[in-house]
């Protein structure tokens, strides 16, 4: 089945404990992101990559790093993170250059305590 | 950045068509409007796309106005389980592609 499997799906952590939250895909998809979802504001693009290699910031980057090794992951890294980061994180992902719809995945909620 | 503007809520009898709509004035010609729904905190399912003719897919309807200003998402018969938060969504080119979220309209189908 096609689709964009994130983990873990809840997060609790402490400020300042770094954390990674995975993303994959199995659909060959050259373009990933990811999006952050908080009441009133809607979904906000953290950092986009259009392909192995090749990452850039979104709207909302501070705090965050991603990696782009292989084409079908595409980690999102919380080095320091802090209770403003308290959020439901989604994955996403599309065939760069056309007009194919992304793909998402099914969200992590992480809390920052 | 082309923005959208979406009513916050709507309802529809349950079996009815529920009729969404969508204001992008500040379209430009090769962005493309797309619509996807979000069940609870689940992530944003596509519904359908479109550029400027209208299209249908097995959920949906989608009718793009003449100018491309508006466009109108129609859920021909709704269910309970079409309830959820639309999304119209400009995705604009600028090196590569963006996806600008509104807020959505709440849809709520009702028995």
């Known amino acids: 089945e096609a689709q964009v499997t994130q983990n873990p799906r809840y997060l609790i952590t402490v400020t300042g404990k770094k954390l990674t939250v995975t993303c994959s895909q199995n659909?060959?998809?050259?373009?990933m992101s990811w999006y952050r979802q908080d009441p009133g504001l809607g979904l906000r693009q953290i950092y986009y990559?259009?392909?192995?290699?090749?990452?850039d910031k979104g709207d909302v980057p501070e705090g965050y790093k991603v990696s782009r090794k292989e084409k079908r992951n595409f980690p999102l890294i919380l080095e320091s993170p802090s209770p403003n980061q308290t959020s439901l994180y989604f994955c996403?992902?599309?065939?760069?250059?056309?007009?194919?719809?992304?793909?998402f995945g099914n969200g992590t909620r992480l809390t920052v305590t | 950045d082309a923005k959208t503007t979406q009513p916050p809520s709507m309802d529809c009898a349950e079996g009815r068509a529920a009729n969404l709509p969508c204001n992008h004035s500040?379209?430009?010609?090769?962005?493309?409007v797309y619509w996807y729904r979000q069940i609870h905190s689940q992530g944003p399912q596509y519904i359908i796309h479109?550029?400027?003719n209208n299209e249908t897919n097995e959920m949906a309807s989608l009718i793009i106005t003449e100018d491309r200003k508006s466009s109108t998402l129609i859920l021909p018969h709704a269910t309970l389980r079409d309830t959820a938060v639309y999304y119209c969504?400009?995705?604009?080119?600028?090196?590569?592609?963006?996806?600008?979220f509104g807020t959505g309209t709440r849809l709520k189908v009702l028995a």
């Open positions: 996403a992902s599309s065939f760069e250059g056309t007009n194919s719809p992304l793909h």
């Open positions: 659909m060959n998809h050259e373009y």
């Open positions: 990559s259009m392909n192995v290699e090749v990452t």
């Open positions: 500040t379209i430009s010609g090769n962005e493309y």
């Open positions: 479109g550029l400027k």
């Open positions: 969504i400009v995705r604009l080119y600028s090196g590569t592609y963006k996806y600008i």
